[in-house]
C-alpha cells in the first residue's frame, strides 16, 4: 500500500448533501470542526472514530453475515456509502474479501442483479436509447476528470454466460479492483454497461429484469452502437483507457484489434488472462532452466481466453526468445469443442482468428480419431507430450488421471495450468494433478485452491492465476503516463515484472506467483515497468524520465485515507 501524504480538500456540499455522497462522507469520523463546518453536528453522534475503528466495526458487521451473496450485498451497500470506508475495509483483508466482491461471488450477484437491484451504480446505456446516449453521457460525466471507463456488453460474463443488463455488476467490481490494486482515484473511473438485449431466455421471461427485454442485437447495428459509444469517448476524454471486458467471442479480439490503433484500449479476458498466465509461466520454466521457446503447449479451450493466452505466449517467446512468428506459432496446439484444430475441420468451423494455429492434417496420420474426425485431449497428449497442458475450457473434470499421467510420462515437471472459473468448472483439482504426478507438477488455477501435500511432506501452495494481479497495474502504467496505446511490449515488459517477484524462484517448492495478499504491492510493481515501457518506446503523453517513475507513481495513487475537508461552496468539489 502506498504511504498517504496529508491532503486538504475543498468540499462545497453540507449537511444531508455530504453525508448521503460517498466520495465525500466520513460518517463518525468527520471531526468536531468539520461538524460545525459543514451542518453536521446533530446529525452525528458526538463521538469522532479513527478510520480504523470504522473499518473494526464494519467488519464485524460483515462478519454476521455468513453466505458470501450476503456479504456482498453488505459490502455494496458500504460502498454506496463510504468509498474509503469501503475500500479501507478491503485492503485489510484482501486475500478474504476479493473473492466477495470479485469472482466467484459477484457471479451468484450478477445472475440475480434484477431481483437484487437497490439503486444504480454505473452508467446504462440502452441500445433503444441509442439517440440519447451523448446526452446521457455527459450528464453522467459532468464535471469529472474520468481517467477509466470498464464497459461490457455482459455476453460472456464470468463462466456464467450472457447475464444482460445484470452485466454493469463485473463492470463495478472491475473498478473497484483497480482502485484497491492499482490505485486508481475511484471519482475517475465509470462503469459501463452497453445493454444490447440478452439471448437468456430466463432473463427475457423474468418479469421482474430490468434490461431491455429483446433479444440480443448483432451485426453492423451492434457494431454501429459500440461505435457510437467510443468516439464519445475519444472525443471528450481522449487520454482516458477503455477496459473490455467480457464481451463475447465473436467479439472480444475483433473490437480490440479494431480499437487499438485508434485509442488506449485493454481487454482483460484477451490480455489480463493471457499476461497473467505468461508470467506464471515464465516463473515455471525459471524453475525448470528451460525457456518459454522450449515447450509444447497444449490449449484445452480455444475461447476468447485460451486464445488470448496463447497469443500472449506467442508474443513473449517471440520477444524473449526471439523467435519468428510462424516459429513461435507452432509451439502451440488448440483444442476447441470439435478437438484439435486442424485443417480436416473446414472453414466452418475454424475460427478466422484461429488461423495460424491449425495444424496440418500430415502430423496426424494414423492418430486415433472419432467419426467425426476429431482428435480428442489424450490422443493429443499421447502425440505432442506436452510439457505445458493449459485449460480455458469450463469442462470439469476435463485434465483425467489418464490424461495427467500420460503428460507426466513426458516430462519431469509437467507445467499444469487448469485455469476455468469458478473452481467447480475446473479441468482438474490441483490435489488430484499433484498426487497424479507425484509431486513434481507445477501447477495454477484461476480460482484459489488449498496446498497440496507433496510426497515428501511438504505443503506446495498452488499460484493463483488470477488477473487481479496484473490487470490494475497494466492499466495504471498505460492511464498514468497518457500512453497512446498499451502495447504488447508493454504488457509483455509488466509479466516479466510479475514473474520476477515469484516465490518459486527462490525456492521450487514454492508458488509460481505472489500470494494475493501481496496484490496491490505487485500491481505497483507492474505499472512502474509498464510506465517504464511507455517512456522508453515513446508512447507517452507525459514528459517524465525513466528514473522518476516509482516516485511519480507513488504520489499519484489513490489510497483510502480522509483527507482534512475545509467548506468552500463557490470553489469546493461536489458542487453543481
Not at 164 to 180: E, F, H, M, Q
Not at 198 to 210: A, F, G, I, R, S
Not at 261 to 286: E, I, R, Y
Not at 542 to 549: A, L, P, Q
Amino acid at each position: 500500500m502506498a504511504t498517504a501524504t496529508h491532503r486538504v480538500l475543498r468540499v462545497a456540499l453540507r449537511g444531508d448533501n455530504i453525508l448521503t455522497h460517498p466520495r465525500f462522507n466520513k460518517g463518525t469520523a468527520f471531526s468536531h470542526s468539520e461538524r460545525k463546518a459543514f451542518g453536521l453536528t446533530g446529525r452525528l453522534p458526538y463521538r469522532v472514530n479513527t478510520l480504523e475503528e470504522q473499518c473494526e466495526r464494519a467488519y464485524d458487521q460483515l462478519c454476521t453475515r455468513e453466505e458470501p451473496i450476503r456479504k456482498n450485498t453488505f459490502m455494496q451497500s458500504l460502498k454506496d456509502q463510504n468509498w474509503v470506508l469501503y475500500y479501507g475495509l478491503l485492503s485489510r483483508h484482501v486475500k478474504e474479501l476479493i473473492p466477495i466482491i470479485y469472482t466467484p461471488t459477484q457471479g451468484d450477484a450478477i445472475a440475480n442483479y434484477s431481483h437484487l437491484f437497490r439503486r444504480s451504480e454505473g452508467l446504462y446505456l440502452s441500445f433503444p436509447e441509442q439517440d440519447a446516449m451523448e446526452e446521457d453521457f455527459l450528464e453522467f460525466t459532468k464535471g469529472r476528470d474520468i481517467q477509466l471507463f470498464v464497459i461490457t456488453d455482459s455476453e460472456a460474463i464470468l463462466g456464467i454466460g450472457d447475464q444482460g443488463v445484470g452485466g454493469i455488476g463485473i463492470a463495478t467490481a472491475k473498478s473497484a479492483i483497480y482502485t484497491l490494486l492499482g490505485g486508481m482515484d475511484p471519482s475517475k473511473t465509470v462503469p459501463v454497461v452497453l445493454d444490447v438485449g440478452t439471448d437468456n431466455q430466463h432473463l427475457l421471461q423474468d418479469k421482474l429484469y430490468v434490461g431491455w427485454p429483446n433479444r440480443r442485437i448483432r451485426g453492423k447495428a451492434y457494431d454501429r452502437f459500440v461505435d457510437q459509444f467510443i468516439q464519445l469517448v475519444r472525443k471528450h476524454y481522449p487520454h482516458s483507457l477503455v477496459h473490455f471486458e467480457d464481451f463475447g467471442v465473436s467479439n472480444a479480439q475483433r473490437l480490440l484489434d479494431h480499437y487499438r490503433g485508434k485509442h488506449t484500449v485493454f481487454n482483460d479476458d484477451v490480455q489480463g488472462t493471457g499476461a497473467v498466465t505468461l508470467a506464471a509461466m515464465m516463473s515455471a520454466v525459471g524453475v525448470t532452466k528451460s525457456k518459454l521457446s522450449e515447450q509444447r503447449y497444449v490449449v484445452y479451450g480455444a475461447g476468447t481466453a485460451g486464445l488470448g493466452i496463447t497469443k500472449q505466449l506467442r508474443d513473449g517467446i517471440m520477444s524473449i526468445d526471439r523467435l519468428s512468428r510462424e516459429e513461435a506459432n507452432k509451439r502451440f496446439f488448440l483444442l476447441d469443442r470439435y478437438g484439435l484444430v486442424k485443417e480436416s475441420l473446414g472453414p466452418s468451423r475454424i475460427r478466422e482468428s484461429l488461423r495460424e494455429f491449425v495444424r496440418p492434417d500430415a502430423e496426424w496420420e494414423g492418430v486415433p480419431t472419432n467419426e467425426h474426425g476429431s482428435v480428442n485431449l489424450l490422443n493429443v497428449v499421447k502425440t505432442v507430450k506436452p510439457t505445458a497442458l493449459i485449460g480455458c475450457s469450463t469442462h470439469a473434470g476435463a485434465f483425467t488421471e489418464e490424461v495427467v499421467r500420460e503428460m507426466a510420462k513426458g516430462t519431469d515437471r509437467p507445467i499444469i495450468f487448469p485455469l476455468s472459473n469458478p473452481s467447480r468448472l475446473v479441468e482438474v483439482e490441483p490435489r488430484l494433478a499433484n498426487d497424479w504426478t507425484n509431486g513434481r507438477a507445477l501447477l495454477a488455477t484461476g480460482s484459489p485452491f488449498p496446498p497440496c501435500r507433496n510426497p515428501n511432506g511438504k505443503e506446495y501452495d498452488i499460484a493463483e492465476c488470477n488477473n487481479a494481479l496484473i490487470y490494475p497495474g497494466l492499466g495504471y502504467g498505460a492511464m498514468v503516463t497518457q500512453a497512446r496505446t498499451l502495447s504488447d511490449n508493454m504488457i509483455i515488459a509488466g509479466a516479466r515484472r510479475l514473474a520476477s517477484l515469484s516465490p518459486a524462484l527462490k525456492d521450487p517448492d514454492n508458488a509460481l506467483l505472489p500470494d494475493f495478499s501481496e496484490a496491490r504491492q505487485v500491481n505497483t510493481e507492474v505499472a512502474i515497468a509498464v510506465a517504464e515501457q511507455a517512456i522508453a518506446e515513446g508512447s507517452a503523453g507525459v514528459d517524465w524520465d525513466r528514473e522518476e517513475v516509482r516516485d511519480r507513481i507513488a504520489e499519484k495513487q489513490w489510497i483510502p485515507e480522509y483527507p482534512d475537508f475545509i467548506f468552500d461552496p463557490v470553489h469546493g468539489e461536489g458542487r453543481v
